[in-house]
């Protein structure tokens, strides 16, 4: 079934218009006709099965059959993700929006070898939201999630101060202590932040720092894990937890 996301002022209450660049893809690249049914959100929540009744070049007219119950998860999850190279970002953040991550944060560390000057900067931003769309449409997300522009280190643990929970992926950190101890923290509805650094890692004084703000490095297991990996891993197992028990966490209490 296609996706489509639409404004919360474009939903009537028995039926729902889709403008815009969408009906062009909806009727040259989809193929769509009368009759079929899509799933239309309006990006605060609200999913609707709807049977398509009439579409033009202008515009699309969907009758909603049904409200469906939304797909995010119950904690607002946000990746501070740092600047990695290639095609490797555009990746993560696919992957990061079909695991149900909230909103992904760029970050430029010390380690970071991707320089973005502030036009091309906010060019990959505003490509790194297309892909996020994309990614949210395809795993049918009932929300898109937000990317932030790019952030120092000292300005993304500003960000993520209001979050209770907080997790810090450092490779040099010994034992999985810390990471159980953060697991069991975590409840549903709660923010929750996750710090990864780039190919190289964070630097000696870049943990120190996350310190100073409360937030203790914690271990990904035995293994070292490659940028794009390490923050795929947390998101996967707080998804696991949050779908399956809300409060109930994998990780025994010792």
Known sequence: MHHFFVEKGQVGEKTIVITG??????RQVLRIRPGEEILISDGTGGDYRCAVRSLDEQEILAEILCVEKDRELPSFLVLYQSLVKGEKMEWIIQKAVEL????????????????????KEE??????QAIAESAAKQSKRSKI????????????LNDAGSC????FAYEHEDGMQGTV????KVKAGQAIAVFVGPEGGYSP???KLAGEYG????????????????????LSVLMMNLECAGETFMCPQK
């Open 100 to 119: 149900g991550v909230s909103r992904i944060v760029p970050v430029a560390s010390e380690n970071t070898v991707v320089k973005l000057e502030k036009k």
């Open 215 to 234: 937030i203790l490095p914690v271990s990904l297991g035995r293994r070292i894990l490659r940028a794009e990996t390490a923050g795929l891993v947390l």
């Open 181 to 184: 101890r953060e697991m069991q």
């Open 21 to 26: 660049s969408d009906v062009h893809h909806a």
């Open 123 to 128: 060019s990959r931003v505003r490509r790194w």
């Open 145 to 156: 999630p937000e990317i932030g522009p790019v952030l120092t280190l000292k300005e993304a």
């Open 205 to 207: 004084d870049e943990v």
């Open 164 to 167: 209770p929970v907080r997790f």
